[in-house]
Each structure stands twice: as structure tokens, then as C-alpha cells.
């Protein structure tokens, strides 16, 4: 009887054994699934955001030079009109990312800094220019140099940024949504990001 019941217990053991084994089997090839959809679907992510932006300004140009030891003054003028189109854009291709399965964590490590391009039109209008002071290279890269400082102080006076960072939050917001919706921790230099509002606090770290 006593070897009867050791047998019916030991029966017990091994079922119950081997459907822990494979609950186990289960839970890992569900979790190796889960970190290779996840790593997936951080590459799709990753696309360039843009925003872009026009810009017109007139410039009045003006330069002198004293000639024969300030026996004659030359001088040079010009009326310029820009039109400016902007742009700033984030490549996301090069976010850094790292996925940790043991906690079923995603960490954003690293975010690429917002790329400015402008690319002006410029024409001029009005030139005027003595023979002994006519203009030169040296004049059209002060000019463009000119410019370009300008364009890009009205820039970051201007919305354009503010709304570069609101697409990137948005573009953000959807590797929460999809390691929410897998019930996998999303955070940014170690701080867990718990609700889609969290993304506001990035503009400060931008």
C-alpha cells in the first residue's frame, strides 16, 4: 500500500514537473517574442520629423573706403530682399535605444540634436558702387553671413523650434503607446516615463 501511495506521488511530481517546465518554456519564448516585436517596431519608429518654415527680411547693405590717404572716399550700396525657407528636423534613425527582456524595460538613452538648414533667395536691388570700390566676393559672403545670422536669431525667436519639439514628442509618445500596450516599462535617462504627459518634461532636456 505504502509503495502504492510513493508511486502515485511520485506520478504527481513529474506531471506537475513538467508542466512547470513547460509554463517556463512558454513564458521565455513569449518574452523572446515580445523583445524582437519590440526591437522592430523601435526601428519603424525611427523616420525624420520636419518642420519648416518662411522668412522675408530686407537688408540695406552700405560699405565705405577712404582712397589717396582720405583724399577720396569711395562708397558702395545695395538693397536686399530675402526669401527664406527653413527647416529643422530630427533624424530618428538615430535615436539610441537599449532593451533590457529581464525587466521588460526600454530606455531611450540618447536623442540626435535638431538639424538647422536655411536656404535664402536673395536679390538685390539698387546697387550702387564706385569704380575704385565695385563689389566683390568679400561683399556677397558678408552679406550671406549676415543673413544667415539674422535668419537665425528670428528662428529661435520664432515658433518654428517649440513646434519641431512638439512633433518629436508626438513621434515619441508612440514607443510609449506600443511598450504600454505590451506591458513593458518605457523610460528616458533612468527616469520611468508612466504617462504620455511625461513627454512634456523632455523639452527641458532638448
Not at 509503495?3 to 506520478?11: A, M, P, Q, S
Not at 558678408?142 to 513621434?171: F, Q, T
Not at 510609449?176 to 518634461?201: A, R
Request: glycine share 4%; charged share 25%; hydrophobic share 35%.
Amino acid at each position: 500500500m505504502r509503495n502504492i501511495f510513493f508511486g502515485i506521488v511520485l506520478c504527481l511530481f513529474i506531471v506537475f514537473g513538467l508542466r512547470y517546465c513547460e509554463h517556463q518554456k512558454d513564458t521565455r519564448e513569449q518574452l523572446t517574442e515580445s523583445t524582437a516585436l519590440i526591437q522592430k517596431q523601435l526601428r519603424n519608429v525611427g523616420k525624420l520629423v520636419v518642420t519648416e518654415g518662411s522668412y522675408s527680411q530686407v537688408f540695406s547693405y552700405k560699405d565705405s573706403k577712404s582712397l589717396l590717404m582720405g583724399l577720396v572716399d569711395t562708397q558702395k550700396k545695395a538693397l536686399v530682399i530675402v526669401n527664406a525657407e527653413a527647416s529643422i528636423s530630427y533624424d530618428l534613425s538615430k535615436i539610441e535605444t537599449t532593451v533590457d527582456p529581464e525587466t521588460k524595460t526600454v530606455t531611450i538613452v540618447k536623442i540626435p540634436e535638431p538639424e538647422l538648414k536655411i536656404n535664402p533667395d536673395i536679390d538685390f536691388y539698387d546697387v550702387q558702387a564706385d569704380y575704385l570700390n565695385p563689389f566683390d566676393g568679400e561683399d556677397y559672403n558678408k552679406i550671406k553671413n549676415r543673413i544667415n545670422a539674422s535668419l537665425r536669431k528670428k528662428i529661435e525667436a520664432s515658433g518654428l523650434k517649440s513646434n519641431a519639439e512638439n512633433r518629436l514628442i508626438s513621434e515619441l509618445q508612440k514607443i510609449y503607446i506600443l511598450t504600454n500596450s505590451m506591458g513593458w516599462t518605457l523610460q528616458y535617462n533612468e527616469n520611468p516615463i508612466t504617462t504620455e504627459g511625461d513627454f512634456e518634461s523632455f523639452k527641458k532636456q532638448l
